[in-house]
């Protein structure tokens, strides 16, 4: 019997940073990696661009041993005007996302865009009219959504295996605090700088608003689904990007609420060994389900039921690491696998998450910076795109 051809997708790399190389290691991985299963697509890197010089961007792809006939651009206009690159990875500071994503669209191709998606929800509506006005596959790489255990998760509760969900409290810390200041970064570093839409909101934060969201929202049914009410607690850093965030998210109509907190000052896991326990709690009536692991990474959870007679129900959700690459591996596969899959079936957006879902995540966390008086320059603000802005050129 003869076996189906795999789908073949052309990627772009626009930025050449720490997401990138990950991102693209896991493009290079074996697709047939045990709990990974994408024989049906292939991957191929075709192209890699940094804004500061085509150097950088060939000593990229010698980095991530992409096949040497890769194109390195030291501009991302050259990048979004390559006839050979099916859709391009926008890896730079969400900061840039709005006018990277817009310049890779308004070029015609399909974009996956890394996370948070921009930095205000005029931005986010923005790059969904252009994607689809254009007919362009366009979303958000909250690679979270797409691992096996975050399906798992929605099918129980969706299954009503721990009764109707009526919270969800979710953490992402990371605990740098050095009482003066935060040890892990100067004030020119992405995470504090307001110039790049630093914060631990954007950053940390929305990895607990997804489970917020694909527990509470993405569930509901499509005729009920419901907006949530928003209520923030912000303590600001000396920069004036937010150093810790807690947000109360309250949906009336479902009678649920969600808890989504980060700081820079404490963490989810203390020791680094999850010795502080769960910092993912999905209630519902008849038990509740503890995603362990990060909340960016999770890699098991267990279920605690009501009637469980004091025992609990676990499940291990491993990383697949592809041997043959130095253990390559992070679980960045199986959002670039879905993108794949939705560019062969024609699919605009992904069902995992909808452009209508990055929107109000967005809406969400603009809410929240707002309540906390975080302001940020109007040259990241902006829902105007301008190709020669230096968000694009690399030049200010």
């Not at 050259?78 to 990277?100: G, K, R």
């Not at 527990?215 to 600001?236: D, F, G, I, R, S």
């Not at 609990?312 to 794949?340: C, L, N, S, T, Y």
Request: glycine share 8%; hydrophobic share 40%; proline share 5%.
């Amino acid at each position: 019997m003869a076996t189906e051809t795999p789908y073949k997708v052309r990627w772009g790399i626009m930025a050449t940073g720490w997401i990138a190389e990950v991102f693209t290691k896991d493009l290079l991985a074996n697709p047939l990696l045990p709990g990974r299963d994408a024989s049906d697509i292939r991957h191929e890197v075709v192209a890699v661009a940094s804004s500061s010089s085509k150097d950088r961007a060939a000593e990229f792809i010698a980095k991530v041993k992409a096949p040497e006939t890769a194109k390195a651009y030291g501009s991302y206009h050259e990048l979004v005007a390559d006839p050979d690159v099916d859709i391009i990875y926008v890896a730079t500071p969400h900061s840039h996302h709005f006018q990277n994503a817009m310049l890779a669209l308004e070029a015609g191709k399909n974009v996956l865009c890394e996370k948070a998606l921009t930095v205000n929800a005029a931005q986010a509506r923005k790059l969904v009219e252009t994607a689809r006005a254009k007919n362009l596959f366009f979303m958000e790489a909250v690679w979270t959504r797409y691992f096996p255990l975050s399906v798992k998760v929605r099918e129980l509760i969706k299954s009503g295996a721990i009764g109707p969900v009526y919270r969800t409290v979710a953490d992402l810390s990371i605990g740098a605090d050095g009482f003066n200041g935060l040890v892990d970064f100067d004030d020119s570093h992405r995470m504090v700088n307001p110039e790049l839409a630093g914060g631990a909101l954007l950053d940390l934060g929305i990895y607990a608003l997804t489970w917020v969201f694909q527990t509470l929202y993405h569930v509901q049914p499509e005729a009920t689904k419901e907006k949530p009410q928003v209520v923030a607690a912000v303590t600001k850093y000396h920069t004036g990007a937010d150093e810790a965030t807690s947000i109360l998210l309250h949906f009336p109509q479902h009678r649920s609420q969600g808890v989504a907190l980060t700081s820079l000052r404490v963490a989810s896991d203390i020791d680094g060994r999850g010795t502080a326990g769960a910092a993912i709690r999905i209630q519902g009536s008849l038990g509740e389900i503890q995603v362990l692991g990060p909340a960016y990474r999770p890699t098991g959870y267990r279920i605690v039921y009501k009637k469980g007679n004091g025992k609990a129900e676990v499940a291990e959700f491993p990383i697949p690491k592809d041997p043959e690459r130095d253990g390559w591996g992070q679980g960045m596969f199986w959002e670039a696998d879905e993108a794949a899959r939705c560019l062969r079936d024609g699919r605009k957006e992904s069902e995992t998450l909808p452009w209508s879902e990055s929107i109000v995540i967005m809406e969400v966390m603009e809410e929240a910076l707002r309540q906390g008086g975080v302001e940020y320059p109007e040259v990241i603000t902006t829902d105007v795109f301008d190709p020669q802005s230096p968000l694009n050129t690399g030049k200010r």
